[in-house]
């Protein structure tokens, strides 16, 4: 199964268009970039690539795909395969330190453990120029988002980890299972397969030892903050502080 049939081509029309949304979401950072730059972008951990597909056929842009899985890597070469200027790369240890104005993760960090996670954000870090800005976008997978994913989930799959009655409350109630399933997407790169389990305040408190969080949003309808959105965004820059 390809990555849109879950994503952008899932059967769920609410689920299609929540999808689709996230992207405009992030993107809409760029809106005030100045349009006579060229922008070096990276999508850090790019699944398909839809997020580059909708990003070069919309601004000006130099953009870099990272992602470190083959299957999802090929998915997205065809994807982007329309746009001659995308680097596609899947070790990010070849690029040179501050290398872009800006990087997005999205639907990424809820996916890896501690040590996954310190070492993606890390790197994150040693991306960015000093002036440039990232874009982190994860899932809210906590109180009454949770109740309705888990109750979506269990409609499909009912008796997985993220679609266990027991589970899902857990994470209604603000306090999710802290033992989360745990598998490889490649050899040696720990993977969270579930989003139950993931909570964007403790990303929040790691993001904050290493960068300065300019601004946080819940989407796709921020009037509504934590209540019934579905997605979390960090716009983050360096701090001049922050752990190296």
């Not at 070069?56 to 795909?65: I, L, T």
């Not at 501050?98 to 310190?118: Q, R």
């Not at 960015?128 to 994860?138: D, M, R, W, Y």
Request: hydrophobic content about 45%.
């Amino acid at each position: 199964m390809a990555y849109a049939d879950i994503t952008t081509r899932d059967s769920n029309p609410v689920k299609r268009w929540l999808q689709r949304r996230r992207f405009t979401d992030a993107l809409a950072v760029l809106a005030s970039a100045d349009a006579n730059a060229r922008m070096r972008v990276l999508d850090f951990g790019a699944g398909d690539g839809e997020l580059v597909r909708r990003m070069a056929g919309a601004c000006s842009v130099e953009p870099w795909v990272y992602e470190p899985t083959s299957s999802l890597m090929a998915e997205a070469m065809a994807t982007l395969a329309d746009f001659s200027s995308v680097r596609f790369v899947d070790d990010t240890g070849s690029i040179e330190s501050a290398t872009f104005d800006c990087i997005f993760s999205l639907e990424v960090f809820e996916h890896l453990p501690e040590k996954e996670t310190a070492l993606a954000m890390a790197e994150i870090h040693r991306l960015l120029k000093p002036a440039g800005i990232a874009v982190i976008g994860v899932p809210h997978e906590l109180f009454l988002p949770a109740l309705f994913k888990g109750l979506f989930r269990a409609s499909r799959r009912y008796g997985e980890f993220d679609a266990i009655p027991g589970n899902i409350f857990k994470a209604l109630t603000g306090r999710p299972p802290l033992q989360r399933p745990v598998a490889e997407i490649r050899p040696g790169l720990a993977y969270h397969f579930h989003h139950l389990g993931f909570d964007f305040r403790a990303l929040e408190h790691t993001l904050k030892q290493r960068f300065q969080v300019r601004r946080k949003w819940f989407g796709p309808v921020p009037m509504l903050g934590a209540v019934l959105n579905s997605e979390v965004y960090f716009l983050v820059q360096k701090s001049a502080d922050a752990v190296r």
